[in-house]
């Protein structure tokens, strides 16, 4: 289950990289913004003063992120971001941060562009941290008693689950496309005793926690805290750097 308060909890750091991705989108006045897998909304939101003429609609598939961000009057619809197709008049797809989740989102990127009109944008970031040892923690932890039993069947990611930037630019100009691919590595300066389980408990813990009984959970985030303690230390001044690798997608169909 995703907690729309925990993802909030970090509202500045990962609202940067979606900014990022949407200052390389140069379409002017586009008719209708789609912004897939949009969370509580925050940022979807600012969409709408980029383009104040355009129709804004949120997508995702947590009916928790979908009521958060239906609180904030956006327009906002509940499914899965494999079961979305553009409506005719799209010239805008934004996805930050969750195609990751998508097993099949190189098909369906390349699918996109053959839908959307000419002219139109597809712009997405994931991250590309999954070897990271932050992830690499989560996923020690997990094989060990007693949690390894109901986290058996987890399944995991690796550095695959996404291509590099080079891979997504070669798919979408092969669909047609001219591409602007890159990565950016995001040094995050956290406070607090335990800021990059802070952090993960909102994302790549989610699975994790749904699996666990509360009293296991309890006992899984005690266990890996020292696991992160060690990879990601707080500094004398009380601030822990987080590196996060992402990964930036800007195509423009011809």
Known sequence: MWNPDTYLAFADHRGR?????????????????????????NLTETLSGRWPDAVVQGWDSSPEMVGAAAGRGLDVRLGGIAEWSPEPDTDVVISNAALQWVPEHRELVVRWAGQLAPGSWIAFQVPGNFDAPSHAAVRAVARRAPFAEALREMP???????????????????AGCVVDAW???????????TPVLDWITGTAL???????????????RRAIIPELARAYP???DGHTFFPFRRIFVVARVR
């Open 234 to 236: 707080v500094r004398a």
């Open 17 to 41: 990289p979606f900014f990022d991705l949407v200052n390389r989108v140069a379409a002017r006045q586009p008719r209708r913004v789609a912004d897939l897998g949009c969370g509580p909304g």
């Open 156 to 174: 995991w990611r690796d550095a695959d689950v996404v291509g590099t930037p080079a891979e997504y630019a070669g798919l979408l100009t092969d």
């Open 206 to 220: 989610t699975q994790v926690k749904e699996r666990l009984t509360e009293q296991a959970w309890q006992q899984y």
């Open 183 to 193: 990565e950016t590595t995001y040094v995050h300066e956290l406070q607090g005793e």
